[in-house]
């Protein structure tokens, strides 16, 4: 009996409930699982204390809109132009994931599932890209890419004037907000966000609690505007620096709506049947001088580890073995199979990314993937094994990630044989994709001292 029917005999009850939440900007070294020293995450520890931790986890993109076309599809953005950020074009509709593109919420509605996208949104704002559009049931949140967390009017806030630092990103001021829209409607929300979408998360969850739901909820923070609540604030006096400190005081409210989402599961006993996905977008935007991707060197929008190897966290109690460290690569492209396969239904052959339980229970020995590849127009990377090329403006340099983490040796001249395979492998990939449907903007973000352009937007 293929796959896809065995899912349809199963009852509803007996399916798994999945849950993918998505972190913006949140750096690699941004969560006290992950060796930060002055953030304080708990609940989102405990799904690594529950689940597992992955160590070499990336993202298709260095930053936000292509990223998460990557996730939403199984598939490098790159193979359908999805490959920058949108931008409005002369006037034109602003343009997002292409129509053409199955979604995650599509692929899993069709098995008979209620989906539910809260959060950033950050795949198109035109009625036609509207989540609702896409796959989901529900929405609540914003189409754009960033917003303001809280309102004049919002209780609370914060009113600190930390010194402004030179390039750096607003600190919360109240601005505009970007329209809050729950389905197609416009409402006035005054809650801190992050708040917001913690309670709009376990709402959901309590209404659909009976039938098998996937809930996306891909909330804005730690993305700019640096904005906190003065009760998340308060919980930080020893962090000097005011920029760390809001950082940190931005991400333990997400980690308390985290947890609001986690005591919903608990408290109507589903979490033995709910896959939970914790992850990033990208790395942190460290020149802003809050976030931290250590020990990687690069950031947002760079293609160096600190741009697209994030945290990477996954609960499935009873399915997979709680407190794993895995540390073969991985990537956010493999979200998806991994859902279709515990929900039953085949894997789709036009997926890039693969089911990762098999990997996890320690059925397959070998790891997921023998390459990763990155492309961001004129930057093309790929990961192998330990090694990791990196090309930049035609100039391929190679490191070896597993004696250089923060990719500071550049041995391309030392091993030209791994070179050449490596820029050979991603020449083949390369010639697979398609152009651009859009232009990026360059962006100067030097690294290990390096004056470089990137193609991306911040």
């Not at 939403?72 to 490959?83: D, I, K, P, S």
């Not at 919903?264 to 977008?281: C, I, P, Y």
């Not at 320690?362 to 023998?370: L, T, V, Y």
Request: positive net charge; glycine residues 10%.
């Amino acid at each position: 009996m293929a796959a896809g029917m065995i899912a349809a005999a199963q009852s509803p009850g007996s399916r798994p409930n999945f849950i993918v939440i998505l972190a913006d900007d949140l750096g690699y070294g941004d969560l006290s699982s992950y060796g930060s020293q002055r953030m304080r995450t708990p609940r989102i520890d405990s799904l690594a204390r529950e689940g597992v931790r992955f160590t070499s986890a990336y993202v298709t993109a260095a930053l936000c809109s292509p990223s998460r076309a990557g996730l939403m599809t199984g598939r490098y953005q790159q193979r359908f132009g999805h490959e920058f950020n949108p931008r409005n074009l002369d006037g034109a509709p602003e343009i997002g994931l292409p129509l053409d593109q199955i979604t995650m919420a599509q692929r899993l509605r069709t098995l008979g599932y209620r989906t539910g996208a809260i959060g950033k949104w950050h795949l198109g704002s035109s009625p036609a890209h509207h989540p609702l559009e896409r796959g989901f049931d529900e929405f609540f949140g914003f189409l754009r890419g960033a917003n303001s967390y809280f309102l004049p009017t919002t209780p609370g806030r914060g009113l600190l004037q930390p010194t402004p630092v030179a390039a750096a990103a607003p600190l919360e001021k109240p601005g505009a907000r970007a329209q809050i829209f729950r389905n197609r409607d416009t409402v006035e929300e005054n809650e801190y966000l992050t708040d917001a979408f913690g309670r709009e998360a376990a709402s959901f969850i309590e209404r659909h609690k009976t039938s098998p739901f996937f809930l996306y909820v891909a909330f804005n923070a730690v993305h700019t505007p640096l904005q906190s609540m003065e009760r998340h604030w308060d919980r930080f006096p020893e962090i000097a620096n005011p920029r760390h400190r809001m950082l940190a005081a931005m991400a333990s409210a997400m980690d308390d709506a985290v947890g609001l989402i986690l005591a919903k599961l608990a408290e109507r006993g589903l979490e033995k049947n709910t896959l939970v996905v914790f992850l990033s977008d990208n790395g942190s935007p460290a020149h802003f001088g809050a976030g931290s991707n250590a020990p990687l060197g690069g950031e947002k929008v760079t293609y160096y580890e600190g741009g697209i190897r994030v945290p990477f966290l996954i609960r499935f109690p009873g399915r997979v073995k709680a407190g794993q460290e895995y540390d073969q690569p991985v990537s956010s492209l493999d979200v998806l199979p991994t859902l279709l396969a515990a929900a039953g239904s085949a894997r789709p052959a036009e997926l890039d990314g693969v089911d990762l339980m098999p990997h996890l229970k320690g059925d397959r020995q070998q790891p997921p993937h023998e390459t990763l590849y990155w492309r961001a127009g004129y930057q093309t990377a790929a990961r192998r094994g330990p090694w990791k090329l990196l090309q930049i403006d035609g100039k391929a340099r190679l490191f070896h990630l597993g004696s250089d983490l923060a990719e500071r040796k550049d041995v391309a001249a030392q091993h030209p044989d791994v070179t050449k395979a490596l820029v050979e492998a991603v020449a083949r990939w390369n010639s697979g994709l398609v152009k651009p449907l859009w232009a990026p903007a360059r962006i100067p973000i030097p690294v290990h001292g390096e004056p470089l352009r990137w193609d991306g937007e911040p």
